[in-house]
């Protein structure tokens, strides 16, 4: 005997199983009711077709005498049911449909029909029960009848005939009949993977019928409505009185921000008694709104302009011939300008003395040379990004006059070691700026026998991406700047080519940096770090050490030393914490910024706040 049948034990059911139970429902009753059902059908169908063959049969009177006692019995049985509350024999029988109901239901029986029809029409109708749920689906029609073989299953592909497992993905093959493997269901182009198109939504009659004209509304800042006002009456922006210089300034800078600066609000900063003039951003204006630049401020001897791509060689010509007091050119992005236009630039500018371009692919050896003929008074010159810069520059930057700042960062080709040498030997005693970044042939010698050698006035260098330094060689080279280069000195044992000084009491050290730029170092580390910061801590202003090599937390502690520091950037050293920034924050009293990015162990915590 079945332990089924030995306990009371009964695991959780449904709330469809405990209502059948309840209602005396099980598979017994079931199958009665079915029986009885498909006996009272068969007897119904052998009186029809008995009564059609024997019209005349006497036996018809007893048939349907018979007819109304099995009705009798079926009425009584359903009248027994009901009242005692219990009607299974009539769970499925068809309920007195209301008036409204068959109204509705004539109208879907019509559509149904004259659907039928039109499909007959077409060619479409295909022959099959019209009843929805008795049907066979559409898409076992187009297999041949055969339904889809269950997931796990194995079955052999239509087209190369070899067995696979059927999964959710399985398509059918097209032609049927079967089905396809994964590859070649994706040789045929189709994708078993995709993903099935989200069903587009439809919007209620109402809805489409409505136009809708939307609007977003923000509330606009104070510079935006600055910006708008200064342009709707640009014409009458004399009425606003002396804006000021340094408003001007800011003006300017807030046009760039939003690059709304345009050929028509640029009026607001012409003057012809201006001196100086600098837009932020110059992207808007045209060839012809530069040269109006220069027609309507004739007195300019500082003109900056930045993201001028759209300056032009004629442009540069008028500049040249309606600026005439200009002495201080700077231009970011003159990509446009070609060689004959500097060269007849820097012919009419002799009394150039300051000249400052970022990204001018065309400036070469030929546009060097005439500004070193030509301008005579130069003091400063910076040529970043020039991508033809290489030796041959080095001769005619050592003809030009000693220079005060010299950029020539980002090269395209560069410059080696023994043109620095020449260099730095012709512009060094005077220099006060220096950039060389990103010139592989910038060397540990270069800063020996270079810098450190004719080097007097530097306040601020900046040696970033220099892949030639070692961490030793700048170390050494900032321990002893300060003295001079003799045979009794550690420049004997460093094993590096020195060139010793003639006159070592002639000496003159120089000052500490006060500008320090060290990125993108990944050879500098602790040595370097505590080798400058012991000859320049007391004056630094703005230090960046992004991206240098491995730095130990007591080097990263001398930084709170650098009591005047103002910028500071020390991301990715990984040694830096909160501790050591909470130092830094303390002492340095005039720190406006720092940037910590890629510190990990940095979490604002105690110092953020301050």
């Not at 299953?153 to 089905?179: I, W």
């Not at 109402?206 to 136009?211: C, G, P, Q, S």
């Not at 030929?366 to 400063?380: D, F, G, M, V």
């Not at 050293?573 to 924050?585: A, I, S, W």
Request: proline fraction near 6%; charged fraction near 25%.
């Amino acid at each position: 005997m079945s332990r089924r049948n030995n306990n009371n034990v009964r695991g959780p059911t449904s709330a469809l199983t405990e209502f059948l139970r309840e209602s005396g429902i099980n598979p017994a009753t079931v199958a009665r009711r079915a029986a009885t059902r498909d006996q009272a059908q068969a007897q119904d169908t052998a009186q029809s077709a008995e009564q059609g063959n024997n019209v005349d049969d006497p036996s018809r009177g007893e048939s349907e005498t018979a007819a109304p006692a099995t009705e009798t019995g079926r009425r009584g049985r359903r009248q027994a049911a009901a009242d005692s509350g219990y009607a299974s024999d009539q769970l499925d029988e068809v309920e007195e449909a209301s008036p409204a109901k068959k109204r509705k239901d004539k109208r879907t029986a019509a559509a149904k029909s004259k659907a039928k029809k039109k499909a007959e029409e077409d060619g479409e109708y295909d022959g099959s029960s019209g009843d929805e749920y008795t049907a066979v689906s559409k898409s076992l029609r187009a297999m041949g009848g055969d339904p889809k073989p269950p997931v796990g299953s194995f079955e052999n592909c239509a087209r190369c005939e070899k067995q696979f497992t059927v999964t959710r993905y399985t398509l059918a093959a097209n032609p049927p009949p079967g089905y396809l493997c994964h590859p070649c269901a994706k040789a045929s182009g189709a994708d078993p993977f995709k993903k099935p198109a989200a069903p587009k939504k439809r919007k209620p009659a109402a809805e489409k019928r409505e136009v809708i004209n939307f609007e977003e509304r923000r509330l606009p800042t104070l510079a935006s409505l600055c910006i708008e006002l200064i342009g709707k009456y640009i014409d009458d922006v004399e009425a606003l009185g002396d804006i000021g210089s340094v408003n001007m300034d800011e003006i300017s800078k807030t046009l760039a921000r939003n690059r709304s600066l345009t050929s028509e609000n640029a009026h607001l900063f012409y003057d012809v008694q201006n001196k100086k003039l600098r837009f932020y951003d110059a992207t808007n204006l045209t060839p012809p709104a530069l040269t109006t630049l220069a027609s309507l401020n004739p007195n300019l001897t500082h003109l900056y302009l930045d993201y001028c791509g759209r300056l032009t060689c004629p442009v540069i010509t008028a500049f040249s011939k309606s600026l005439p007091h200009l002495t201080h050119l700077s231009l970011l992005g003159p990509f446009l300008v070609r060689a004959d236009a500097w060269i007849e630039f820097f012919s009419a500018k002799p009394e150039l003395r300051s000249f400052r371009i970022v990204q001018s692919p065309r400036f070469d050896v030929e546009c060097i040379n005439s500004l070193a003929e030509n301008c005579t008074k130069l003091e400063e010159l910076q040529l970043k990004e020039v991508g033809l810069l290489d030796d041959t520059f080095v001769e005619p930057l050592c003809a030009l006059p000693p220079l005060k700042s010299l950029d020539l960062s980002h090269p395209g080709i560069g410059i080696l070691e023994d043109g620095w040498l020449e260099i730095l030997e012709r512009h060094g005693p005077t220099l006060g700026s220096f950039d060389p970044s990103w010139h592989d042939g910038f060397t540990d010698v270069v800063l020996e026998n270079g810098i450190r050698k004719h080097a007097r006035v530097i306040t601020s260098l900046t040696l970033e991406g220099l892949s030639s330094l070692s961490n030793n060689g700048v170390a050494h080279f900032f321990e002893n700047w300060n003295n001079p280069c003799t045979r009794d000195s550690e420049d004997c044992e460093s094993g590096m080519e020195v060139d010793y000084e003639d006159d070592p009491e002639a000496f003159t050290p120089n000052p500490p940096l006060r500008i320090v730029s060290l990125a993108r170092n990944r050879a500098l580390s602790s040595a370097t770090l505590t080798a400058l910061l012991t000859h320049s801590a007391s004056s630094l202003v703005s230090l960046n050490l992004n991206g240098l090599g491995p730095i130990s937390s007591e080097s990263l502690g001398r930084l709170k030393d650098a009591l005047d520091v103002r910028w500071l950037d020390v991301s990715w050293c990984r040694e830096l914490d909160d501790f050591m920034m909470k130092d830094v924050v303390s002492s340095a009293s005039k720190l406006g910024e720092v940037r910590v990015w890629g510190c990990n162990r940095v979490r604002g915590i105690g110092w953020a706040d301050k």
